[in-house]
């Protein structure tokens, strides 16, 4: 099979990932890196050419060797996500679009249509979600989906991260409404609000507080805390922050009536089972796609960052190989989208919203204030 065609939009520090994740797959050849800022498509192709040693895209070389671009994949700062997804899908390329989909809801809606009609003309849309494709997530919904947690009752997920102002100072879209979509919530903390998504289903009441605590000269949260209601009746706690010196795990619990498991950083750290005799044989049923040994024991190098990225772009090249679905559609990434939003929306309105009137628009013309409007 020859290998499909590559450009990397946004060339900034996800960038460097998604060239080891391609590089990585072995039937994808980067040809093109674009980006607002020359400096930066030079430095990561000098990192393709010296460290990933793969022959550096130059625009010679796209032009001549590479008329055709089979795979878009955009990482420039959120709210350019869909502009440039739509140009991408209007040449009639593929499309990766970095997490979040989008930093606005009513831009993020245009382009789930949009990617609808894409997919029936034969193209492939996803949006990355890569915490989806690690081996402990795909445990958890397996044995959540086999009903083995018996009734899903709860779950808190925490992301106590710290972010220094020099983080937020280092690119003048970070920390903005505009361009980062928000704080704690949408930018560190939408993997996991992903996750709990993916989890344990459509949201129904969300209530939120947020406030900025621990740095300046940004307009967004630092700190977030919410519960949400979901239609199987299930309680969930969300807490997000960037302002936890020196920074902690991430943790995400789900609990049922007849078992529990417990991801922490990307790993499963406890997982267990009513009645089951040998909670390992239980966990090789639910992981069978995953290898157990790779759950609770994986070390924690560069290589292990990437398993995600890795695989998705194998889920990603496989849609477009056989003409199907990607696991991760626009539509999943636009219901966690409104998930986030829905958290600023409640937030600024210091009362509780309904999930479906912020997916179905009614708040679009409304501004988002972190720690709630005066
Ligand atoms: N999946 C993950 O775990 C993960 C991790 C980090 C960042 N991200 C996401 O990736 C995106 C980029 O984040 P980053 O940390 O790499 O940011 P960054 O600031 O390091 O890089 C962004 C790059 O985009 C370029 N750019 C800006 N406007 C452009 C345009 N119109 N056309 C082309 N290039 C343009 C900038 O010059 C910059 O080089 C964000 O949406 C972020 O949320 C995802």
């Known amino acids: 099979m020859t290998a499909l065609n590559v450009a990397i939009v946004g060339n900034g520090i996800i960038g460097y990932n998604h060239a080891k994740a391609i590089v990585a797959h072995g039937g994808l050849d980067i040809t093109v890196l674009i980006d607002a800022a020359p400096k930066a498509s030079a430095a990561l192709a ?18 001549a060797e590479a008329p055709r671009v089979d795979i878009v994949v955009i990482c420039t700062p959120s709210g350019l996500h869909v502009a440039l997804a739509e140009e991408a899908i209007a040449a009639g390329s593929n499309v990766v679009i970095e ?12 382009i789930a249509e949009l990617a609808l009609a894409a997919e029936s003309s034969g193209l492939v849309v996803s949006v990355i979600s890569q915490h989806r494709f690690d081996p402990a997530s795909v445990v958890v919904r397996e044995a959540v989906e086999g009903g083995l947690f018996g009734r899903i009752t709860s ?56 406030a900025c605590l621990a740095h300046d000269s940004i307009e967004v949260e630092d700190t977030a805390v919410a519960t949400i209601r979901f239609e199987s009746g299930a ?8 302002a936890a ?44 796609v995953v290898d157990p040994e790779e759950i609770f024991g994986a070390p924690k190098d560069e290589e292990w960052f990437m398993i ?33 939003d829905a958290i600023y929306i409640s ?28």
């Open 155 to 210: 779950a808190v997920a925490s992301v106590p991260w710290w972010r220094s102002q020099e983080y937020y100072d280092s690119g003048t879209w970070r920390g903005t409404w505009e361009l980062d979509g928000g704080g704690a919530v949408m930018n560190q903390g939408v993997h996991t609000v992903d996750l709990l998504r993916w989890f344990l289903g459509t949201p129904v009441t969300v209530s939120a507080e947020t």
């Open 308 to 340: 995600g990225h890795r695989r998705q772009y194998e889920d990603i090249v496989h849609a477009i190989e056989t003409r199907s679905m990607p696991s991760v559609r626009v539509d999943d990434a636009l219901l966690s989208l409104a998930l986030v």
């Open 99 to 110: 997490k979040p989909l989008d930093s606005n809801l009513p831009r993020a809606r245009r």
């Open 245 to 288: 010196f020196p920074g902690m795990s991430v943790s995400l619990h789900v609990h049922g009536s007849r078992g529990s498991a417990i991801i922490q950083d990307d790993q499963l750290a406890y997982f267990h089972v009513a009645d089951a005799g040998d909670d390992s044989e239980v966990l090789n049923q639910a992981a069978s």
């Open 235 to 242: 309680l969930a706690v969300v807490h997000a922050t960037t």
């Open 46 to 63: 000098d990192f393709i050419e010296n460290d990933l040693h793969r022959e550096r895209p130059t625009i010679a070389s796209s032009i």
């Open 347 to 374: 937030a600024t309105r210091h009362s509780p919203v309904l999930f479906a009137d912020v997916l179905a628009g009614k708040y679009d013309n409304s501004t988002r204030v972190t720690g709630g409007a005066l």
